[in-house]
């Protein structure tokens, strides 16, 4: 099984940052909420993630097929729960685009979209979680 590292380390009270390869991204609560408003929170990142492994397999699948996708769009709108746990209760993709190549197609690319995408399978079929600690003495 393959498997994806990736750390975030704390850059203020409130805030971590993921530094991976030259990319930094920063994850933080807004000032209304308590933190410092440098980044997105980490629900939208997941958002974000949801629906960029998307637009990934959508290209590759287009790509694969000598389909070329202009204008890409995606609207992701997710709704929270009302009841405990907080949790996104729902989440869906619109997606609009300017030009296909061959548009007779683009729907077939979004099912084969949403059938590859990692992060869509994840949701749809769920996962094991945990959370270790360890603590590290300075």
């Known amino acids: 099984m393959s498997q994806v590292t990736l750390n975030l380390q704390q850059v203020s009270p409130t805030g971590m940052q993921l530094i991976h390869d ?49 204008g890409l769009t995606v609207n992701i709108q997710a709704s929270i729960s009302e009841d405990l746990p907080k949790r996104f209760s729902e989440i869906a993709l619109n997606v609009t685009y300017a030009s296909c190549s061959h548009e007779e197609e683009f729907g077939k690319l979004l099912k084969i979209a949403e059938n590859g995408c990692l992060s869509v399978n994840t949701i749809k079929n769920g996962m094991n979680f945990s959370v270790d600690t360890v603590q590290v003495n300075s």
């Open 22 to 70: 030259d990319y930094k991204i920063q994850v933080d609560r807004p000032v209304e909420k308590g933190g410092h408003g440098q980044g997105l929170m980490g629900g939208q990142y997941m958002l974000v993630g949801i629906g960029g492994c998307f637009c990934s397999t959508l290209f590759a699948a287009a790509q694969s097929r000598d389909i070329e996708i202009t």
